[in-house]
Every structure is written in structure tokens, then in C-alpha cells.
């Protein structure tokens, strides 16, 4: 008696091409995730707006007023606003990502597609709201007077960095949850622990200047020092070399991660 065993292709190009024969089920389910994101909600996709902006107005009140920190060139809610955007479409995707695989287990369980599909949607959704955020952030700098320049344009690499970080971690973590489930405790406090070793309630310039490039190694860091940057009403530089070294090590993230996801989706179904 013959069977037939359908797996996934296990070369690089192989890979690619499935993901281009399986582009219609990519788009339907980052459909079907934006739908479930807010179903049920009375405000709906206005949470993509509370939710930075309360997050926003607190960490003002905390490390403004409180703790009296230099806002650098920016005001001090815009400074924070502008770091909210990559740091939100970071944790959103990490989170969504993470457990995306024991959510679908029964499409992972059942019939092949390429499984990198699954993890890979929930962008959409984090994308999806950055982009009403950013309709926020251009009110607060109308409101306190900040003039749009050509570096708006690097939004677009910055959170195209942003998403290789945090479809990078969500590969690793999203292969691990379905062998460990212990994962799905670690996520939340990971995400929450990262906001604090961020530079998101607070400038990285007030990083001694001997643990600037160490601090960098957070590949976050210079994402939401890029954003600062290009919507900052003065040219003030980047600090190069820990900006390189976060893209460096955002790349490595991304590539390990794909390829550790990869490695290992043959044994998905047998394990979930």
C-alpha cells in the first residue's frame, strides 16, 4: 500500500516559491487576524490610538515630571509618541507571533502551507496600527508646532527594520512555544521588561557615553532613535555606530530566526 507525504521544501528557493503559490492564504489570514483583533470591541480600531496615547501621557508624567529628563530637541509627549509607534508595532507582532502557531494548531495539524505564513500575518495587524498612529503623531506635531522634512522618508526602511526585529524574535519564540509552552508566560514579561531598557519614556542620550554602544546592542534602540530622528525639528545626528550595530544585529535576528523556524516546521505537527 503506497502513501503520499507532502512537506515542506527544504531548500531556500523552494521556500520562497511555496510563499509566492501561497500568497492568497497570507493575505486571508492577516484578514481574518485583523477582524478577530477587535471583534466584540464597542471602539474597534480606536484602541490603536488609547493605547499608545495613555501609555504616552503616562510615561510623560513619570520620567518628565517626575524624574525631570532632557527631551533632547522634541517635546517631551512627542519625543515619547514617537518612540510608542516602533515600540508597539514590536511588542504587538512579538505577542501576536509568539503564539500564533498553538492558535492555529489545527491548520498546522491538518494540511500543509507554508507555516512560516502563520507568525508572518500578524504584522499586518501591528502594521494596521502604526498607520493610524502616525495620523496621531502628525496631529501632536502640528499641535506643538514641529514642520515636517525630508527625513519622514526614513519611516518607511526604519519600520521595515522594526518588522525584521520583531518577526526575527517572533520565529524564534513561536518554534519554541510549541515544544516549551512555557513561553507563552515569558513573552508578556519580556515585552514589559523591554519597555523599561528602552529609550521609549526617555532619550538615549542620557546613556553615559562609555555604555552608549552596549546599550545598543538592543536592536530597538536604534529604531526608535531613527524614528526620533526623522520627525525631530532639528538635524541632530544619529549616534552611528550604535544605530549600524542594531540594524547589524536586527538582520541576524531575522535570518536566524527564519531559518531556526525552518529548520525545525517539520516536527510542528507531530508536537502541537
Do not use: H
Not at 508595532?89 to 492558535?103: E, H, P, Y
Not at 521595515?160 to 520565529?171: I, M, P
Amino acid at each position: 500500500m503506497s502513501e503520499t507525504v507532502i512537506e515542506s521544501s527544504r531548500s531556500l528557493r523552494g521556500t520562497w516559491r511555496d510563499l509566492w503559490l501561497y500568497r492568497e492564504l497570507f493575505f486571508f489570514l492577516a484578514w481574518r487576524d485583523l477582524l478577530v483583533r477587535y471583534k466584540q470591541t464597542a471602539i474597534g480600531l480606536a484602541w490603536s490610538v488609547i493605547t499608545p496615547l495613555l501609555t504616552m501621557t503616562i510615561l510623560t508624567l513619570v520620567f518628565s515630571r517626575l524624574a525631570g529628563l532632557p527631551s533632547a530637541d522634541l517635546p517631551y509627549p512627542v519625543l515619547v509618541f514617537a518612540a510608542m509607534l516602533p515600540w508597539q508595532f514590536f511588542s504587538n507582532t512579538l505577542s501576536m507571533s509568539s503564539t500564533s502557531l498553538i492558535n492555529n494548531r489545527n491548520m498546522v495539524s491538518k494540511v500543509y502551507f507554508p507555516r512560516i505564513i502563520i507568525p508572518s500575518t500578524s504584522m499586518v495587524v501591528s502594521l494596521t496600527d502604526l498607520s493610524i498612529s502616525l495620523v496621531l503623531l502628525a496631529c501632536l506635531m502640528t499641535w506643538f508646532g514641529i514642520a515636517p522634512s525630508w527625513r519622514l522618508l526614513a519611516l518607511v526602511p526604519l519600520t521595515l527594520l522594526a518588522a525584521l526585529t520583531s518577526l526575527g524574535a517572533g520565529y524564534w519564540i513561536s518554534s519554541l512555544n510549541v515544544k516549551y509552552r512555557d513561553f507563552r508566560y515569558i513573552v508578556p514579561f519580556m515585552i514589559q521588561f523591554g519597555l523599561y531598557i528602552s529609550p521609549v519614556g526617555f532619550s538615549s542620550s542620557v546613556v553615559p557615553d562609555e555604555w552608549r554602544f552596549l546599550y545598543s546592542m538592543n536592536p530597538m534602540v536604534g529604531v526608535i532613535d531613527g524614528f526620533r530622528w526623522a520627525i525631530a525639528p532639528s538635524p541632530g545626528a544619529l549616534y552611528w555606530p550604535g544605530f549600524i550595530s542594531s540594524v547589524v544585529l536586527a538582520l541576524i535576528l531575522f535570518a536566524s530566526g527564519a531559518a531556526f523556524f525552518l529548520r525545525t516546521e517539520r516536527k510542528f505537527a507531530d508536537v502541537i
